[in-house]
T-cell receptor, first 113, second 114 residues
């Protein structure tokens, strides 16, 4: 089982460039999430999708957009990258019942110069 | 609003010593509680969780945590540290209002000295 797969693993962007981070899960989970991880700040929720066809803002949504393409895939788009978006991005998925916790992908390390 | 506080951004122990990582939460209603571990350059892996029932929960790799409602705490312990335990540990809470979202603490990096 692949679990949660994120691509790419590493990316360097110039300020103002755009890119899409891809995430796919093969566990038939209903809910999917995008977090960013910054030193000393833990993980902060960017956007989430409680179920196919729905998306909602999290704690730090500014500068990002998302698409829940189908039940398996949840992408994160940076329209105009800024140095403040340099971070490690994690995708996660879960059953609708949160008591099972999340399954995380291995992350995308993004640097904006 | 729910929040999670992890005391100590870094904890250093000797190999074989007790590991204690602290986590306190704020919530008017006991939430679901989780501990995750992150090894270098990897994603987060679930260590253990408390949902309902027994307040002492056991997880992988010999870790356990005890939910103490009166102290709003969920501290993580391991009797004897191993070099392979060196990693970053995150406490997380899930509000019981079915919002699906986990709220993470800022993390504690565990260093294990030989």
């Amino acid at each position: 089982n692949a679990g949660v797969t994120q691509t790419p693993k590493f990316q360097v962007l110039k300020t103002g460039q755009s890119m899409t981070l891809q995430c796919a899960q093969d566990m038939n989970h209903n809910s999917m999430y995008w977090y960013r991880q910054d030193p000393g700040m833990g993980l902060r929720l960017i956007y989430y999708s409680a179920s196919e066809g729905t998306t909602d803002k999290g704690e730090v949504p500014n500068g990002y957009n998302v698409s829940r393409l189908n039940k398996r895939e949840f992408s994160l788009r940076l329209e105009s990258a800024a140095p403040s978006q340099t971070s490690v991005y994690f995708c996660a998925s879960s059953w609708e019942a949160i008591n099972y916790g999340y399954t995380f992908g291995s992350g995308t390390r993004l640097t904006v110069v | 609003a729910q929040s999670v506080t992890q005391l100590g951004s870094h904890v250093s122990v000797s190999e074989g010593a007790l590991v204690l990582l602290r986590c306190n939460y704020s919530s008017s209603v006991p939430p679901y509680l989780f501990w995750y571990v992150q090894y270098p350059n990897q994603g987060l892996q679930l260590l253990l969780k408390y949902t309902t029932g027994a307040t002492l929960v056991k997880g992988i790799n010999g870790f356990e945590a005890e939910f103490k409602k009166s102290e709003t705490s969920f501290h993580l312990t391991k009797p004897s540290a191993h070099m392979s335990d060196a990693a970053e540990y995150f406490c997380a809470v899930a509000p019981m209002d079915s919002s699906y979202k986990l709220i993470f603490g800022s993390g504690t990096r565990l260093l294990v000295r030989p």
